[in-house]
């Protein structure tokens, strides 16, 4: 699944270093694209009712390789795109912006499923903590000032499925 990607990124960094020449210290390394791939549905509720906010194409990091990579060097991500991270178990979150070129907003969600804190617009490159404000254990990125435009709030609610 994600396996191909941490793959591919690593085929390109060793076959950057093998064909590197230590007298040749400019040389430019050039970075692989990481591609959006769609792994599942997600939609977003209002609380309190049925109402949806919004459905998501979304890609699933559901091992500690993938959610230690995320999308780490993406150059972009589509508004109706997103990666939604699962933890086995539900406790308070920190994530930072190291090697992710695109704004983010990062919403964390705790076992039932329902927002329990967002940091909107986290700035790209940053590698500042970026804390939840209560357990988590699910969490979600898109693009940043999405979650402002949507109106999410606390209490707001996702329903996920994989393909």
């Known amino acids: 699944m994600k396996a191909y990607r941490v793959v591919l990124i690593a085929l390109s960094t060793c076959f950057a270093l093998t064909t590197m020449s230590c007298k040749e210290e400019n040389k430019v390394i050039k970075q692989v694209e990481v591609p959006f791939k769609k792994e599942g549905d997600l939609t977003l509720f209002k609380k309190g009712t049925d109402s949806i906010i919004k459905v998501l194409d979304i890609e699933l990091a559901l091992t500690q390789t993938e959610r230690d990579l995320g ?33 983010l907003d990062i919403i964390y969600l705790d076992h039932n499923r329902a927002i329990v804190s967002i940091q909107r617009e986290a700035k790209p490159m940053d590698e500042s903590s970026l804390p939840s ?3 988590a254990q699910y969490v979600l990125e898109i693009n940043g000032g999405l979650s402002k435009k949507w109106n999410l709030e606390a209490g707001d609610k996702i329903e996920f499925s994989a393909l």
């Open 71 to 103: 999308l780490m060097y993406r150059n972009e991500l589509k508004d109706n795109q997103g990666m939604l991270f699962v933890f086995p178990d539900s406790q308070p979150r920190s994530f930072y912006m190291r090697n992710t070129h695109i704004s």
């Open 133 to 135: 404000e209560s357990a």
